[in-house]
C-alpha cells in the first residue's frame, strides 16, 4: 500500500525539474518559426498582388494609383469572357455530377467487391493520379481525334469525367472502407434487398463525403487549364484556357479582375469542402484532400 | 410477416460479389474506354503517321522515335530532368523546415496552418503562376526588397532565367512535398527526438540520425508527387523562362499546336513517361526496401 500511494505525493517535487529542463530545450526555435513565416508570406504574396492591383485605377502592375472598379467593369462588359465563363461552368456542372455518380458507385464496388477484377480496376483507378496532366491532355485529345469525334465543349466534358472520377474513388474509398459492413447486413436480416441496404443505409453514411467531393470536383474542374487546353475546340473556350491566352501576350489587367474572382471563388468552394463533414458532425475535413 | 423471415443471403455468400461487380463496371469500363485507351493510341501514334490535316493515321514509321536522338531535343530533356531534380531539392529544403514547425510547435494551430497552405493550391494555377511573375518581375517586390538590403543589384533578373522557371515550378508544387512530409512529422514520435537529447546529441547530429530517417518516406513521396508534375510543366517555362528556357512539356505542346508534328508530339511524350517510370520505380524499390527493413 505504501509503495502504491507514496509517489503521488512525492513524484511532481521530484520529476518536475528535468521536466522543466526539457521544456527550455524545446524552446521554440526562432528560425524555424522565421523560415515558416517567410514561406507563409511568399505563398500569399503572387495571390495578394493580383487581388490588390485588379482593383488598381490604372493598368500599371507596379504603382497602386488608387481604388476603382474599372476593370471589373470590364470584365463584365467583355462578352467573350462571359461566354468563356459559362463555358466553364457547365463544364464543372455537368464533370461534377459524371463523375460524382461514377466514381461513388465504383468506390464502393472497390471496396466491397474482393475479386481480382475488383484489384485491377483499382489499379485503373489510380493511373490520372500518377500520370502529369499533359499526357493525359495529349492522350485525350488524340482518341477524340483518333475517333473523329471534333473538338468542343463536349469532349472537355468527357475528358474532365475521366480525370475526376479518381479523385472521388480516392476520397470515397477509405470513407467506405471505414463502414461497418455489417450494418448492411444488419438490414438485410431486417428485410431489406441489398440494393435497398446500400441505398437506405450506405449512401446515407457517405453523404457528407459525396457532397465535399463535389464541391470539390467542381473547384477543380473550374479551374483546370491543362486538360481543357489540350481538348477544347471553337466554341467559347473555357474561361482558364482564354486566361492563358491572354497572358501570354502581357498584361492584361481585366485578368487581374477574373483572376481575383476566380481565386476567391475556388477557395471559398475548397473550404466549403473542408467544412461540409462538420456540418454533419465529422471531425473536418483535410483529409478529404489528401484522401487519407 | 414477409419482412421477419430471415434474409436467405447470407454473410459469406458470392451473391453479393455480383453486385458489387455492376457499381464497379461504368466507372471501369468508363476509364479504360477514355483513358487507357488513350494512353494506348499517344504509343501507337509514336510511330505513326498523319495525314495533310494533321490527323492520325497509323502505320509503322520510326520517323517520330528516330527524331528523338536529334541534340535540339535530349538538350531539352536534360534541362527539363536537371530543373526537376532542382525543384525537387529546393522544395525538400523550404518544406522540411516549414512542415516541421507546424507538426512539431503548430499547437492547436496545426490543422489551420496546413489548410492555409493547401487551400490556396487547389486554386487556378495559372492565375497563382500569373501573379508569382509578377512578384519576380524586374520592378515587382521580391527584387525591390533584395535590392533594398543589396542582395542585388539593378542588373539582377529573375524572370527569363533558368532560376525563374525553377522558382515557378517550387511555387507551384511545394505543397505536394509539405503534405506528406507534416503527415510523416506528425507521426514522429517525439520521444525520439528527446532520448536523442539525453543521449548528448546536439541539436543537428539529433536531426541527421534521427529525425530525417525517422520521416524519409515521407520525403520520399513528396520527392515523387514534385517530380511527376515538374516534368510535365509547361506553364513555368513560358511565364518564368524565356525561348531558351523551354522543357519537355514546352517541346509536346508546340509538336501538337505548332509544328503539327503528332507523331513526334506522342514520341516525346512516351520518352517523358518513360523517364517517370523509373522515377516510380525507383521509389518504389525504395519504398519495398524500406518496409523489408521495418519487418525485420
Known amino acids: 500500500m505504501t509503495l502504491v500511494s507514496t509517489p503521488s505525493a512525492t513524484a511532481p517535487a521530484a520529476t518536475s525539474a528535468p521536466v522543466r529542463k526539457r521544456r527550455r530545450s524545446h524552446r521554440r526555435p526562432r528560425v524555424l518559426i522565421a523560415v515558416t513565416g517567410l514561406f507563409f508570406a511568399l505563398l500569399y504574396l503572387p495571390i495578394a498582388v493580383v487581388a490588390l492591383f485588379s482593383f488598381n485605377s490604372q493598368k500599371s502592375l507596379t504603382v497602386f494609383d488608387g481604388f476603382s472598379l474599372r476593370w471589373y467593369r470590364a470584365f463584365v462588359h467583355d462578352d467573350v469572357l462571359i461566354a468563356s465563363l459559362g463555358t466553364s461552368l457547365r463544364i464543372s456542372l455537368v464533370a461534377m455530377a459524371g463523375s460524382v455518380l461514377l466514381g461513388v458507385a465504383l468506390a464502393v464496388g472497390l471496396v466491397r467487391c474482393r475479386t481480382r477484377l475488383g484489384s485491377l480496376a483499382g489499379l485503373v483507378m489510380l493511373v490520372p493520379l500518377i500520370t502529369p496532366e499533359i499526357v493525359t491532355g495529349v492522350a485525350s485529345m488524340l482518341l477524340f481525334k483518333g475517333l473523329g469525334v471534333p473538338l468542343s465543349t463536349g469532349t472537355v466534358m468527357l475528358a474532365e469525367i475521366t480525370f475526376s472520377i479518381s479523385y472521388v474513388t480516392v476520397i470515397l474509398r477509405s470513407r467506405v472502407a471505414a463502414l461497418n459492413p455489417e450494418v448492411e447486413e444488419a438490414a438485410m436480416d431486417l428485410g431489406a434487398t441489398r440494393w435497398q441496404a446500400v441505398r437506405l443505409v450506405t449512401l446515407p453514411a457517405l453523404l457528407p463525403a459525396v457532397l465535399a467531393s463535389a464541391v470539390l470536383i467542381f473547384a477543380l474542374v473550374f479551374d483546370d487549364f491543362v486538360l481543357a487546353y489540350f481538348t477544347t475546340g471553337v466554341d467559347p473556350q473555357p474561361l482558364s484556357v482564354r486566361i492563358y491566352s491572354a497572358i501570354r501576350f502581357g498584361v492584361q489587367p481585366t485578368i487581374n479582375a477574373v483572376g481575383t474572382l476566380m481565386l476567391a471563388g475556388s477557395i471559398a468552394l475548397i473550404a466549403l469542402a473542408l467544412f461540409i463533414p462538420r456540418l454533419f458532425g465529422r471531425r473536418g475535413g483535410l483529409d478529404i484532400l489528401s484522401g487519407e | 410477416m414477409a419482412l421477419l423471415r430471415p434474409s436467405r443471403t447470407r454473410r459469406r455468400d458470392t451473391s453479393g460479389n455480383r453486385m458489387w461487380l455492376w457499381f464497379m463496371l461504368p466507372g471501369t469500363l468508363w476509364m479504360t474506354g477514355f483513358l487507357i485507351a488513350s494512353l494506348i493510341l499517344v504509343a501507337v501514334l509514336a510511330v505513326g503517321t498523319t495525314d495533310e490535316l494533321g490527323n492520325p493515321r ?239
Not at chain 2, 528516330?66 to 530532368?81: I, M, N
Not at chain 2, 496552418?113 to 500569373?130: D, E, K, S
Not at chain 2, 514520341?267 to 517510370?277: I, K, N, Q
Open chain 2, 58 to 296: 497509323f502505320g509503322f514509321d520510326l520517323a517520330g522515335v528516330r527524331a528523338l536522338a536529334d541534340p535540339a531535343y535530349t538538350e531539352v530533356l536534360a534541362r527539363s530532368l536537371g530543373y526537376a531534380l532542382l525543384t525537387c531539392v529546393i522544395c525538400l529544403l523550404i518544406a522540411y523546415p516549414v512542415a516541421y514547425t507546424i507538426a512539431l510547435y503548430g499547437g492547436r494551430y496545426k490543422h489551420a496552418l496546413i489548410a492555409a497552405i493547401v487551400v490556396p493550391f487547389f486554386a487556378n494555377y495559372l492565375v497563382r503562376m500569373y501573379g508569382w511573375s509578377v512578384v519576380l518581375s524586374d520592378d515587382g517586390p521580391v527584387l525591390r526588397a533584395l535590392r533594398a538590403v543589396g542582395l542585388a543589384d539593378s542588373g539582377t533578373k529573375i524572370l527569363n532565367s533558368g532560376f525563374g522557371v525553377v522558382a515557378g515550378l517550387v511555387y507551384g508544387f511545394v505543397v505536394f512535398m509539405i503534405i506528406p512530409l507534416y503527415a510523416a512529422l506528425e507521426r514522429l514520435d517525439v520521444s525520439l527526438i528527446e532520448a536523442g537529447r539525453d543521449l548528448y546529441g546536439g541539436p543537428i547530429r539529433t536531426f541527421f540520425f534521427v529525425t530525417l530517417p525517422a520521416t524519409r518516406q515521407g520525403a520520399a513521396a513528396g520527392l515523387v508527387l514534385v517530380f511527376l508534375p515538374a516534368m510535365g510543366d509547361f506553364v513555368s517555362a513560358q511565364l518564368m523562362g524565356g525561348p531558351d528556357q523551354i522543357m519537355i512539356g514546352n517541346l509536346i505542346q508546340d509538336k501538337f499546336f505548332q509544328g503539327q508534328n503528332w507523331p513526334l508530339g506522342s514520341a516525346l511524350t512516351m520518352l517523358l513517361m518513360l523517364v517517370l517510370l523509373i522515377g516510380m520505380l525507383g521509389y518504389l524499390r525504395r519504398t519495398r526496401k524500406d518496409e523489408a527493413e521495418a519487418l525485420r
